[in-house]
């Protein structure tokens, strides 16, 4: 019988190097402000061996959470990251692992996905959802639940059925957050922030690439979109579209002011952006060389300079900042009382 991981030898020590923390959601679950995921890349472009390198960078850069799914590289990135974290000699309580799960893998049972097989499934009652959650709980699969993608009515739904039966309703959400996509993160969500304490942990701070500048002149031969043409076909044509091509004009605009106002690169400075935000619980950064890890983690340094002045002349180039809730005609509240 193989050794669990919890078990197994630990060679290497947990150091934070300066990594700050926040809760995840009303948990008492403290999570890096940078976290670390696997789509497209662990177990899928990159071998077990190119990963646990990366697992290794991240977490000796005092990242010690890690972002899966069961279908990503259809299960290899669970099965790799679990070989890295027991041949780098990792002390699995040092760590926080996230997964998703609603495809399957492999099988083709109509039982072998959604929530017949506890996961959320909008064929599914919502009921039946939380009570599925609850039990991967009760029975020490993990410690929390949280969901993604989904919209607020359906997590609103969840936490009145969680009250109801006296259960563990989600602690947070994991959905898209960026300069370019701010919407549902920051308006849809916002009465589940204040009534819930719900936080987000965020995938795509780039817009897979797009904020980093690299597709201004083409796409280059090393990008996800060429590495990984498939499952981003819908990538490329959002950037041929009208929206995308008004999007290429504020990344321009955006890298300029990085450079000029900040003296840092867009990259950086999209990831201070949405890492600033104070829902933001983790910022899942996503990478193929180690060096990106390195660069990606700057970004805490940026942080503290990205003041209200600052983001104020960030939205004018933006332009697309969610509307306020109407107040018809009243007037608004003190912004320094409680809201």
């Not at 193989?2 to 300066?18: M, S």
């Not at 995840?24 to 646990?52: E, N, Q």
Request: proline share 6%.
């Amino acid at each position: 019988m193989a050794t669990p991981l919890q078990d197994w030898p630990v060679q290497r020590e947990y150091d934070p190097k300066g990594m700050p923390f926040r809760r995840l959601g009303p948990s008492g679950l403290r999570v890096p402000v940078f976290s670390f995921g696997g789509w497209l890349t662990l177990g899928g472009s990159l071998d077990k061996d190119a990963t646990k390198e990366l697992i290794k960078t991240a977490f000796e850069a005092g990242i010690n959470m890690f972002d899966t799914s069961e279908n990503y590289a259809n299960g290899k990135c669970e099965e790799v990251l679990g070989y890295s974290i027991r041949e780098l000699g990792l002390r699995r309580s040092d760590l926080v692992i996230s997964t998703k799960l609603f495809w399957g893998v492999g099988r083709k049972s109509p039982n072998d996905g959604g929530l017949t097989r506890k996961q959320p499934d909008p064929h599914v009652s919502m009921e039946e959802t939380v009570r599925a959650f609850n039990y991967v709980i009760e029975q020490g699969w993990a410690f929390y639940w949280g969901t993604s993608e989904w919209g607020a009515r359906e997590i609103e739904e969840a936490h009145h059925i969680a009250a109801k039966l006296h259960l563990i309703g989600p602690i947070a959400e994991q959905c898209q957050h960026n300069m370019l996509t701010r919407e549902r993160p920051e308006k849809e969500y916002a009465a589940l922030y204040k009534k819930y304490h719900m936080s987000t942990t965020v995938f795509s701070p780039l817009q897979f690439g797009v904020l980093t500048g690299k597709y201004l002149d083409g796409i280059p031969a090393d990008s996800r979109l060429s590495t990984s043409a498939h499952e981003l076909d819908w990538l490329f044509k959002e950037l041929e579209s009208p929206q995308g091509k008004q999007n290429m004009l504020k990344v321009k605009e955006l890298m300029k002011f990085a450079q000029e106002e900040l003296q840092t690169n867009l990259a950086t400075l999209a990831l201070a952006w949405v890492a600033r935000n104070p829902n933001t619980a983790t910022v899942i950064l996503g990478a193929s060389k180690s060096s990106q890890i390195t660069d990606n983690i700057k970004a805490l340094e940026l942080i503290p300079k990205l003041t209200p002045e600052v983001l104020h002349k960030l939205d004018k180039i933006l332009d697309n900042a969610p509307e306020a809730l109407p107040s018809y005609g009243r007037p608004l509240l003190d912004r320094f009382g409680r809201i």
